[in-house]
């Protein structure tokens, strides 16, 4: 048993960093998200955030478009051109998909300040591409609303997982200890 221990040394690291990074990050953000409840910023900052940024780039885009807090349960309603499209939940604003990026990141660290780059700079990728991703979702709903379920079930989160894929196969090619330690 310990010789499968030692040979499997690294895998074991691996699972065992990336799990102790997530469940810490996952605590911090449903706390955060706990004490979120009742602040001015409905549902909390982050999804706020998310929403008006959306709001923006679609008036950006020429759509008349407002989000507003969904009276009934703690979402935004999105509006688009006087239509209501959907709802802009907690699970919209990428965080969860950033913390599983940076678990994954932190797992496989390379040099700190590397490590830490490569964080930040990821994970403000993805919360833009997040954005972005929201804002054609929104457009896909109002000119190809019979498509809603495969827009957003299939396609949008396939795009969002997609890029974290590619961040996380070039980061292990180009920057991670695994990288050298097996070259």
């Not at 690294?10 to 955060?32: A, D, P, R």
């Not at 009742?38 to 020429?62: A, C, M, R, W």
């Not at 807090?69 to 239509?83: A, C, D, R, V, Y």
């Not at 954005?131 to 709903?141: F, N, T």
Request: glycine fraction near 6%.
């Amino acid at each position: 048993m310990k010789s499968l221990f030692i040979k499997y040394k690294s895998v074991i690291k691996f699972i065992l960093t990336f799990l102790v990074v997530y469940i810490i990050l996952s605590v911090i953000y449903k706390l955060y998200l706990q004490y979120s409840d009742g602040s001015k910023f409905y549902p909390d900052y982050i999804t706020h955030l998310v929403s008006l940024q959306t709001e923006d780039l679609l008036n950006t885009f020429g759509y008349n478009t407002k989000v507003l807090p969904h009276p009934n349960e703690p979402s935004m309603k999105l509006i688009l051109n006087g239509e209501f499209i959907g709802r802009i939940i907690e699970g919209c604003n990428s965080i969860s998909v950033i913390i599983l990026f940076i678990s994954f990141i932190i797992a496989f660290s390379g040099k700190l300040k590397t490590t830490f780059f490569y964080i930040l700079s990821g994970s403000v990728l993805i919360y833009i591409i997040n954005l972005l991703r929201i804002v054609v979702l929104a457009i896909g709903l109002l000119v190809y609303p019979k498509y809603g379920e495969v827009l957003h079930t299939v396609i949008f989160p396939g795009i969002i997982y997609g890029m974290v894929f590619l961040l996380w196969i070039f980061w292990v090619n180009r920057f991670s200890k695994l990288k050298k330690n097996n070259a």
